[in-house]
């Protein structure tokens, strides 16, 4: 029986990015990407430190790298400080009045902040950290609405030297409690509430929940978004803009060593507790500038979206410190995609003139479902670069992006990495790799990424493995915070000093790495591993379906069945022949191992409130009929019930 992960999907269409955009592109030519790559992974000293000096460190490192396998140390010696890099750096290099963030709130309000305007708000705000005890390497829990002050906040807290942990919004009280726990945070700061489809979250009401639980919190800085009447202790709770005015709008910025902790982003693992995964401060910054740089073509005058939300690994590299680090503009929207329907995101990009727009498939897919009228109605020609993160997108999803959206103009970035990883760790570079729809492609700089058998053996072409990163890079996690053997455990176990990804992919004969989903998203039906995505890919490449969600599930004869869950498109009705025809479109996309024993045609999937669909309860709900484990990070409970009852009849 074949242990290897079986890949059947093939995809052959090639695009190359147009002669005009590679051209004016930083990495314009392959000759090019190869030579930087190379010395990236033959010289990785001398190619970090040549990155690395184009930012401002307030003491030189006496080394690049050391490295005691799985412990990294980058740029040793040296001082930065982290916010005076995203902001004070920009005062003095010509973009002082130029705007940072173009900031939409949902119900339609507007601000900017230039580089000047952003930095006064930050020393502002690291003024008030300091004036409320917050010291350096204190942890402080964010809880913030997509509001600049979500960023500011950050920022600050960089500024001093504090770790900072921020919790996406979406969470739940109990959620806050766990993380408040695990990172002994002493402050928090958050919001009265936010605004998203239409109505308030009542975010310092979870807050309060959560406080009533973990006592070690001594203050909580609460940001005026909504207006509401809210609940304000004495003694622990003080207004932001109160204790603004209190301080002054300059700060000094104190340089902190290298290997600074610069924050906590807790995120799941296969248990039930979540691992917070520890970023330091050079190394990481070095990563997500020199990833923005060349993965986002940044240029002076690009105005750049990316769609996430800061309480994301996403967020934080890419809306934070990536971008304000390279001195661009960008916009900032606090709301849900359809509001007030699915034109939003269409209307953003017109109305400020939107170049690069960062966004994630399972977003995409809803705007297929949705119907191209909404992004017909609208102006796109501003736009000149598309990415996505998050999963392995569909190819009728890239193609519908690449077509409808970028009018076959724009490349399209799908970057693969991780929470873990800190940047982009596999991705076209926009000015001169082909892309095909469905792959990453190849290796950013420095990344030295490859696929390995159960038995580190490297994988031939269209061989599936385990996808492994075999050197460090800068911006890696440094551990796992409070527990290094979970951290040795969960990451570098497999194969000595190599880090595992958890991901399976492939790589096809042009080198491009295919990734094919978690590993324990990969089913073995009748001793062939076959990935739930490539299933997924395939029926959603039918064009009545919108969406879909493969599970495994025990088989007495063929170890694993295929169960697929799927959301047809809007206006498409249901046949008596719908579940046979899938059937057999999977059947003839990939081969008949692939066909799924069961269709359950169902008009949403269960998701979790950053959009990624949890497979866990599909697979307990096939396997049992109910849901026990812990369900608080669903978007919508009545999917899951719908589902329950659907599956009963
Ligand atoms: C998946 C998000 C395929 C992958 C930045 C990874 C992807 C996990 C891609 C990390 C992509 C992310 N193609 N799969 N372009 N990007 N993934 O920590 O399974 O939220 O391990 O980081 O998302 O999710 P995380």
Redesign the pocket.
Known sequence: MSKKIESHLSENRVFKPSREFSKKARISSMAQYRRMYRESIEKPASFWAREAKELHWQKRWKKVLDWNPPFAKWFTGARLNVAENCVDRHLTNGRKNKAAIIWEGEPGDQRVLTYHQLHQEVCRFANVLEANGVKAKDRVLIYMPMVPEAAIAMLACARIGAVHSVVFGGFSAESIVDRLEDSGATAVVTADGGYRRGKIVELKKSVDEALQKYKGVKRCIVYQRTGEKINMRRGRDVWWHKEAEKVSPSHTPKGFDSEHPLFILY?SGSTGKPKGILHSSGGYLVGSYTSCKYIFDMQDDDVYWCTADVG???GHSYIVFGPLANGVTQVMYEGAPNHPDFGRFWNIIEKYGVTTFYTAPTAIRAFIKAGDKFPDRHDLSSLRLLG??????NPEAWMWYYEKIGSKRCPIV???????TGSIMISPLPGCTPTKPGT?TLPFFGVDAAILDEEGNECGPDEGGRLVIRKPWPSMLRTIYGDRSRYRKTYWNDFKGIYT???GARTDKDGNFW?V??LDDVLNVSGHRLGTAEVESALVSHPDVAEAAVVGRPHEIKGQGVVAFVTLKEGVRAAKTTEKTLKGHVAKAIGAIARPDEIHLTPALPKTRSGKIMRRILKELVATGGVTGNITTLEDFSVVSNLQKNLKK
């Open positions: 995120t994301w690994i996403t996505t993160v998050g999963e392995p997108i799908d970057t693969w990495w991780q929470t873990e990453a990804a958890g991901d990734i989903g978690r």
